[in-house]
């Protein structure tokens, strides 16, 4: 018997609906679901939406360090460095703190007011900060865009209304296409545009304000973004809170019923009711999110880094290429792979496999150094020296690209299939709080494990293993969180 999905809320979005005969199946639990055609409208105009959070918050990488060079603090290159990770920290600090603020905001005005704010909040503080001219005003800057902005748990909230569990894998694979997007479309940005007196010679050699001002015109560049985002948004995005929604619709038919079906969603919730699995789901995203972004930090230390210094010696444009094909695996991976094997198989099952594949490449990763030297000894032809390491580090990075994009998505959605819609917007903006403090944190601690490691001259295991090691055990750690996630808040599944 095949049987009709159940909604969260309002799910007439724009979906595209086929016949019957033609409309995919689903199995969830053992039973067979009608697969709800994708609100596919909706879901582009948030992922357009929400692409400006990524970006503004990466587009300042390439250009931090000259930036906080020309406020001449110091000129110590550790303390420029020091200044430096204040200035990107400082964002997630203040997300951090505002983050639940925006949650609580949201379910009494409702996710598309606060989603067009945190674009207007982008669009002022980012034109700020590309007019920095002392660590007081870039500090200031970014902590105002991170204050304005909770985008992103609000977003993720509006995906789990307007989504059900049969076509939800597809939209959170969207909605990391739209994150993939920004994080590589942000430094690719900021590295091109900033000092455009020198780097565009052609366009602005004459330009007095970007001589004064070098890093304002790729700001300026992500504000116009976040401005025809506002425009879309304003436009065509459309409420999903369910509460709101059945009140419009209530003041628009003057049914009674409607009223008495709208009560439930007023009745008041708070964060104890959050239940044990929304929590493990959390706490599992958290530290993934925590040593994932520790090993962005390391790697390309790591890469870079000559061979006495415990590193590969690779050249940063070589390493350079290696990510770009990284991102562009990443997304194909999001876009085209994941749907297909969500579909097949329970996502519950894809991140226990994902974490399983993380073992083995924090393990290899430190012996790379060890396998390039024997390689160097054993191989006499240089391009087939190349080519043998270049294809090894190349499959391990692959295998944790692959394992990365199958883990946050499926966590996304697993947290999502976990809160009732009461506490949706608690348990998503919880989660958002939570990575946030870890994304303030975790590059900084990544930076400082490998000096000390390095500096310390210390024995193996507690040289440049260390920090793999460590994250070893945080991935171990992981591996038995999932282990007591319930298959109830898991979907997918072949007919």
């Given at each position: ?440 944190f975790a590059p900084t601690v990544g930076g400082s494990l490998w000096s000390y490691s390095l500096k310390a001259n210390l024995p193996y295991p507690f040289d440049y293993h260390l920090v793999f090691y460590i994250v070893f055990i945080l991935c171990l750690i992981n591996i038995i969180q999932i282990r007591y996630v319930p298959y109830s808040v898991s979907i997918g599944g072949s007919v």
């Amino acid at each position: 018997m095949v049987k009709m999905p159940e909604s969260r809320g309002n799910n007439s979005y724009g979906a595209t609906s086929t016949g019957e005969n033609d409309q995919e199946i689903t199995v969830i639990s053992g039973t067979k679901y009608k697969t709800t055609p994708l609100p596919s409208t909706q879901i582009m105009v948030l992922s357009i939406v929400v692409v400006s959070e990524p970006l503004s918050s990466s587009i300042l990488f390439p250009f931090i360090y000259f930036m906080v060079r020309d406020f001449h603090l110091s000129d110590d290159e550790k303390d420029i460095g020091s200044y430096a990770g204040w200035i990107a920290s400082v964002f997630f600090l203040a997300q951090f703190l505002f983050v639940t603020v925006w949650g609580r905001v949201s379910d009494r005005i409702g996710r598309r007011p606060v989603l067009l704010i945190g674009l207007v909040g982008n669009i002022v503080s980012c034109s700020l900060f590309g007019m920095s001219k002392t660590i007081g005003w870039a500090i200031g800057s970014r902590a105002l865009c991170g204050i304005m902005n909770g985008n992103t748990g609000v977003g993720r909230c509006m995906i789990g209304e307007m989504t059900d569990t049969t076509n939800r894998a597809k939209a959170f694979s969207l909605w990391g296409l739209s994150w993939g997007v920004g994080s590589i479309a942000g430094p690719a940005i900021g590295g091109y545009f900033y000092n455009p007196v020198k780097s565009l010679p052609y366009f602005f050699g004459d330009s007095h304000f970007f001589l004064e001002y070098p890093y304002a015109l790729p700001c300026f560049i992500a504000s116009i973004l976040s401005s025809i985002s506002f425009m879309i948004g304003y436009l065509f995005l459309k409420e999903t809170h369910p509460g709101i929604v059945k009140s419009r619709r209530t003041k628009e038919t003057d049914s009674i019923l409607s009223k008495e079906d709208g009560e439930d969603d007023n009745i008041q919730s708070s964060y104890r009711d959050i239940t044990l699995p929304s929590v493990l789901i959390i706490g599992c995203y958290s530290i993934f999110a925590f040593y994932s972004l520790l090993m962005e930090e390391v790697l390309p230390l790591y890469f870079t880094a000559p061979f006495y210094a415990g590193g590969l010696n690779i050249t940063p444009q070589k390493f350079a290429e290696v990510l770009t094909i990284m991102g562009a695996i990443q997304l194909l991976t999001l876009y085209y792979v994941y749907p297909k094997v969500a579909h097949h198989y329970p996502i519950l099952s894809l991140v226990r496999c994902a974490f399983m594949l993380f073992i083995p490449v924090f393990v290899l990763l430190p012996e790379l150094v060890q396998w390039n030297k024997w390689i160097q000894l054993n191989i006499e032809d240089d391009n087939v020296r190349y080519w043998v390491f270049k294809c090894s580090y190349f499959s391990i990075l692959f295998t944790r690209t692959i394992g990365t994009c199958f883990v946050y998505t499926s966590l996304g959605i697993m947290l999502v299939t976990s809160a009732s819609s009461k506490l949706l917007s608690k348990v998503s903006s919880l989660c958002q709080c939570c990575l946030s403090l870890v994304r303030a944190f975790a590059p900084t601690v990544g930076g400082s494990l490998w000096s000390y490691s390095l500096k310390a001259n210390l024995p193996y295991p507690f040289d440049y293993h260390l920090v793999f090691y460590i994250v070893f055990i945080l991935c171990l750690i992981n591996i038995i969180q999932i282990r007591y996630v319930p298959y109830s808040v898991s979907i997918g599944g072949s007919v």
